[in-house]
């Protein structure tokens, strides 16, 4: 089995690139390697996956919003199914550049829908996002809530993947999962997420910036649990049988929440960091941020009734687990 992972160099794409590597599938990474935030990082996560897996393993360095130049870098290849998780990330930068999103993430979506029907894949996974619920307020976030008034671009362009995606499963048969992904955090995360910000500013004995006054919550998400949805989802294609499915489509396309089920209060993540890290933070209090939302917290029951997706990784042990690694990559002693 042989599987296209876009955004292979990313945090969820190397997780998920391991799992299907580690269990003995051919893996075709691709992934841009842009400067949103240290390709160094990047580069690593691929020299990991490349060390462990050898020649399954294969990169290419391509950006896949240039139509041209992804249909010529995958001629020479074949793949059963594609797990899309390349995305130009991140909330407030949807405010400063968006031409950025509308590049990567709705002409790059489109070209992999093409790609996918073209190929006649057996099934294309892809990363959608919590932010699509936008300043919803009935908690928990479940699937079959209104999602059409998102309060940033990169909300807007992931809602929009949803749409185009459900087009092309009603047009072409093409079967489909959306997950919604639910902050997810652990080792090799993004440099821009609050979790490492406050590590790397408590190792140094700098202050964090605590939005909202503290006032927040995240349904905080471990790597492995995230990882554990996105392939059973994988391996378990929508049918396409006119029946209802997560989301209210009747087409081969469904919508997952993958979170933890759980919103913890930020002033918690931080005590438990503190304590992971043997620092005190210094907490500089800071009102809302623009494309902000005040809570989030993920209705699992879809995923859960349809595939026993359950998570099993609760703060008090991911969080160390990301200070241990965070730890052992930066060499810090003590």
Same mark, same amino acid.
């Given at each position: &089995?042989?599987?296209?992972?876009? =955004?292979?160099?990313?945090?969820?794409?190397?997780?998920?690139?391991?799992?299907?590597?580690?269990?003995?599938?051919?893996?075709?990474?691709?992934?841009?390697?842009?400067?949103?935030?240290?390709?160094?990082?990047?580069?690593?996560?691929?020299? @990991?996956? $490349?060390?462990?897996? =050898?020649?399954?393993? $294969?990169?290419?360095?391509?950006?896949?919003?240039? &139509?041209?130049?992804?249909?010529?870098?995958?001629?020479?290849?074949?793949?059963?199914?594609?797990?899309?998780?390349? %995305? @130009?990330?991140?909330?407030? !930068?949807?405010?400063?550049?968006?031409? +950025? !999103?509308? @590049?990567?993430?709705?002409?790059?979506?489109?070209?992999?829908?093409?790609? +996918?029907?073209?190929?006649?894949?057996?099934?294309?996974?892809?990363?959608?996002?919590?932010?699509?619920?936008?300043?919803?307020?009935?908690?928990?976030?479940?699937?079959?809530?209104?999602?059409?008034?998102?309060?940033?671009?990169?909300?807007?362009?992931?809602? %929009?993947?949803?749409?185009?995606?459900? $087009?092309?499963?009603?047009?072409?048969?093409?079967?489909? /999962?959306?997950?919604?992904?639910?902050?997810?955090?652990?080792?090799?995360?993004?440099?821009?997420?609050?979790?490492?910000?406050?590590?790397?500013? &408590?190792?140094?004995?700098?202050?964090?910036?605590?939005?909202?006054?503290?006032?927040?919550?995240?349904?905080?998400?471990?790597?492995?649990?995230?990882?554990?949805?996105?392939?059973?989802?994988?391996?378990?294609?929508?049918?396409?049988?006119?029946?209802?499915?997560?989301? =209210?489509?009747?087409?081969?396309?469904?919508? !997952?929440?993958?979170?933890?089920?759980?919103?913890?209060?930020?002033?918690? &993540?931080?005590?438990?960091?503190?304590?992971?890290? =043997?620092?005190?933070?210094?907490?500089?209090?800071?009102?809302?941020?623009?494309?902000?939302?005040?809570?989030?917290?993920?209705?699992?029951? +879809?995923?859960?009734?349809?595939?026993?997706?359950?998570? /099993?990784?609760?703060?008090?042990?991911?969080?160390?687990?990301?200070?241990?690694?965070?730890?052992?990559?930066?060499?810090?002693?003590?």
């Amino acid at each position: &089995m042989t599987t296209l992972v876009t =955004g292979a160099a990313g945090f969820i794409g190397m997780h998920v690139a391991e799992r299907l590597l580690a269990r003995g599938d051919r893996v075709i990474g691709i992934d841009v390697i842009n400067d949103y935030y240290a390709p160094a990082l990047k580069h690593a996560r691929l020299a @990991q996956l $490349t060390a462990r897996h =050898g020649d399954r393993f $294969t990169f290419i360095r391509i950006d896949f919003a240039d &139509m041209a130049a992804l249909t010529e870098a995958l001629q020479p290849y074949e793949f059963d199914r594609i797990v899309h998780l390349g %995305a @130009q990330p991140g909330v407030r !930068y949807s405010i400063e550049n968006p031409h +950025a !999103y509308v @590049q990567a993430n709705l002409v790059g979506h489109l070209n992999l829908l093409e790609v +996918a029907r073209h190929r006649r894949v057996a099934h294309l996974v892809y990363a959608s996002s919590s932010s699509v619920y936008g300043g919803n307020t009935k908690m928990p976030f479940a699937v079959e809530d209104r999602v059409d008034h998102p309060v940033s671009l990169y909300a807007a362009t992931k809602k %929009a993947d949803e749409l185009m995606s459900e $087009t092309y499963a009603h047009l072409y048969r093409l079967p489909q /999962t959306g997950l919604r992904f639910f902050t997810v955090y652990g080792p090799w995360g993004r440099p821009d997420m609050a979790l490492w910000l406050f590590t790397e500013a &408590m190792f140094a004995g700098r202050p964090i910036k605590v939005f909202n006054n503290g006032d927040m919550q995240r349904d905080f998400t471990f790597i492995d649990d995230i990882v554990s949805g996105v392939v059973s989802c994988l391996d378990h294609p929508p049918t396409d049988d006119g029946e209802l499915k997560a989301g =209210g489509s009747v087409a081969p396309h469904r919508l !997952y929440n993958i979170g933890n089920n759980n919103a913890e209060q930020l002033g918690r &993540m931080i005590d438990v960091l503190e304590q992971a890290t =043997g620092r005190t933070a210094i907490r500089d209090y800071q009102p809302m941020q623009p494309g902000d939302v005040h809570r989030t917290f993920a209705d699992i029951s +879809a995923i859960n009734r349809d595939l026993g997706y359950a998570p /099993t990784t609760s703060i008090d042990v991911g969080i160390p687990r990301f200070v241990d690694w965070f730890r052992d990559y930066h060499a810090i002693d003590g």
